[in-house]
T-cell receptor, first 112, second 111 residues
Framework: EPEVTQTPSHQVTQMGQEVILRCVPISNHLYFYWYRQILGQKVEFLVS????????KSEIFDDQFSVERPDGSNFTLKIRSTKLEDSAMYFC??????????FGPGTRLTVL | GQQLNQSPQSMFIQEGEDVSMNCTSSSIFNTWLWYKQDPGEGPVLLIA?????ELTSNGRLTAQFGITRKDSFLNISASIPSDVGIYFC???????????FGTGTRLKVLA
């Protein structure tokens, strides 16, 4: 069964450094999403992406964040200058449209 | 902003017991979904509900989309140890595909 994959599984970085989190959505999916989950809290929407552009973003997704689909398979989330409060699990999700989103296993980002 | 409140926050049950949890909002949602999350992993879709009043089953799981479109419940029958995890409801509203997630119900099953 096809799955969303994410790399790395764990990323440790120094405050102020740039990080890129990578996702490979399910191959025939058209809509892509990033969510984050601070430890012990609920999952929060960051951004949705369709047809090579952002379709919706939350107030969390400020100028420090950007997304890109650099080729036909990858979908990336870049944080330009990480802050301590960016430490969280970051989940990529995808679907073909409609409402059943399939989530990846997540990347645990630790900012020191 | 829109919020989904889940209750109970956590529950301990004996293996074999039935479980019921719910999700409520002050806003109307068009779609309700239930996910299970194991520690250190991503949410896994259990059930999706699309119409008010809809009752859907997936094995031992049953979920319903409330008539008012402001709530949903999830039942698990005859719980087993692998049911342990955090159960999240999520919803979408008109004109958006973004999910609003609930606060989660942490389930522990005692063998």
């Amino acid at each position: 069964e096809p799955e969303v994959t994410q790399t790395p599984s764990h990323q440790v970085t120094q405050m102020g450094q740039e990080v890129i989190l990578r996702c490979v959505p399910i191959s025939n999916h058209l809509y892509f999403y990033w969510y984050r989950q601070i430890l012990g809290q609920k999952v929060e929407f960051l951004v949705s992406f369709y047809n090579n552009e952002i379709s919706e973003k939350s107030e969390i997704f400020d100028d420090q964040f950007s997304v890109e689909r650099p080729d036909g398979s990858n979908f990336t989330l870049k944080i330009r200058s990480t802050k301590l409060e960016d430490s969280a699990m970051y989940f990529c999700a995808s679907n073909r449209g409609g409402n059943e989103q399939f989530f990846g296993p997540g990347t645990r980002l630790t900012v020191l | 902003g829109q919020q989904l409140n889940q209750s109970p926050q956590s529950m301990f049950i004996q293996e074999g017991e039935d479980v019921s949890m719910n999700c409520t909002s002050s806003s109307i949602f068009n779609t309700w979904l239930w996910y299970k999350q194991d520690p250190g992993e991503g949410p896994v879709l259990l059930i999706a509900l699309y119409k008010a009043g809809e009752l859907t089953s997936n094995g031992r799981l049953t979920a319903q989309f409330g008539i008012t479109r402001k709530d949903s419940f999830l039942n698990i029958s005859a719980s087993i140890p692998s049911d342990v995890g955090i159960y999240f409801c999520a919803g979408t509203t008109s004109g958006t595909y973004k999910y609003i997630f609930g606060t989660g119900t942490r389930l522990k099953v005692l063998a």
